[in-house]
């Protein structure tokens, strides 16, 4: 009987640890999952096969603790980040011990941290002569000659964004120059990265004249046309198929994805790939892209690690699971599920609920650790 892959997933919580789970449905039977979390109140944590509590990760000692010892109890055979804090931490510790290299199917420290830097990020593709959204970092009201000097070369809207974040959090959209001056204001000593606004115009007039009117309770600039393309890594430098897809994000959170072909963006992302893999980065890979008001294809994120559009990628055909582990884990034979022949639709999200038993959550917060009985 075949052995079973060990995975283990940390921020198992997370919306990405979520649709990590969600990926691998159908190959439960040939892999046992191990989650890792700081919440122990999170139903998601308990779709693992065993589970464990952890400190945050800003506790770094206490959390580098308790992983050495969940990883020396368990031994998996792959380690994937839920959070991109993670990433940086897991292509850290690899690099202080050689033992986990092969665990972790991930590249350099330095290019994991660079993606999670948004200005490093526009730095980096500047560097390279790779198209990226114009950026411009602002730290606090010591750098407004410099920032309005940016500010010339562009018609409001604008983006203002922390330097480092996920999930959208804390992105602003800034209208004129009352608010751009406000914003600094707030922001205090707070580094900003302020951006060229990419995407249609015609979206951001449809949000504008919502405001015009009142703040209406729920508001968002519709945000039918982001595109986003994975790939994969391997050590050897091997790219993976190029999935490309345009999506519709309600409050950051992709609920409808539809695969597409499209040339000129697989272009840029594999001059992405050949250059980052060049200064030492391997595994996953994912860029977020839009149109400036040019026409001009331009990418305005890129993230070292899988996302939560990763289900629907599966389901769209791109088995990034089954993919990482053809590049990574050879031996173990794994079902990899990409499909030759594309499926033709499209994926929606929806809520759902989950169940979510007091008795798993008090083992949990007692025992520090879960199994599924």
């Known amino acids: 009987m075949r052995r079973k892959m060990k995975l283990l997933i940390t921020s198992a919580g ?26 122990a109140a999170n139903p998601r944590i308990f779709r693992c096969d ?3 509590l952890v400190p945050p990760l800003d506790q770094s000692g206490s959390f580098e603790d308790r992983f050495l010892d969940i990883i020396a109890k368990e031994d998996p055979d792959m380690i994937l980040a839920g959070r991109d804090h993670d990433v940086v931490f897991l292509a850290e510790i690899k690099q202080r011990r050689p033992d986990l290299k092969k665990k972790i199917p991930f590249g350099e420290a330095g290019q994991a941290a660079m993606m999670q830097d948004k200005y490093l990020s526009f730095q980096y593709a500047l560097e390279k002569g790779l ?21 010339s070369g562009y018609s409001f809207p604008l983006l203002a964004k922390p330097r480092w974040g996920f999930g959208s959090l804390g992105v602003r959209y800034l209208l004129n120059q009352e608010q751009v001056d406000g914003f600094i204001a707030q922001a205090g000593d707070t580094e900003i990265l302020f951006q060229e606004y990419l995407g249609p115009m015609q979206d951001f007039e449809q949000y504008a004249r919502q405001l015009r009117y009142g703040v209406p309770l729920f508001s ?3 945000e039918k046309n982001q595109f986003a393309a994975q790939v994969i890594l ?21 609920e409808y994805s539809r ?51 990763t289900s629907a990628r599966y389901l769209l055909g791109y088995d ?43 083992q949990m917060e007692d025992d520090r650790a879960w199994e599924k009985s």
């Not at 649709?19 to 890792?36: A, F, Q």
């Not at 391997?234 to 992709?254: H, L, Y």
């Not at 040339?263 to 994912?286: F, M, Q, S, T």
């Open 14 to 39: 997370s919306l990405v640890g979520q649709n990590i789970l969600d990926s691998l449905v159908h190959k439960r039977d040939r892999i046992e999952v191990i989650g890792m979390n700081s919440d």
């Open 50 to 52: 065993r589970s464990y």
């Open 131 to 151: 198209p990226f959204a114009d950026s411009f970092l602002c730290c606090g009201s010591r750098d407004t000659g410099g920032l309005q000097s940016f500010l």
């Open 220 to 222: 968002q600039i519709p």
């Open 234 to 254: 391997s050590p050897e430098g091997t790219v993976s198929e190029v999935f490309i897809s345009i999506n519709t994000m309600v409050s950051g959170r992709a």
């Open 259 to 309: 695969r597409i072909e499209a040339p000129d963006i697989e272009e840029i992302v594999l001059r992405y790939a050949r250059a980052l893999y060049r200064d030492g980065w391997y595994g996953p890979l994912n860029l977020q892209l839009k149109q400036d008001r040019q026409s001009r294809w331009k990418v305005f994120e890129f993230n070292p690690r899988m996302t939560g559009t």
């Open 320 to 362: 990034e699971i089954g993919i990482l582990t053809d590049f990574f884990l050879t031996d173990m034979k794994l079902p990899n599920h990409t499909r030759t022949q594309k499926p033709a639709g499209v994926v929606f999200k929806y809520l759902t609920d989950e169940y979510l038993s007091d008795a798993d959550v008090k």
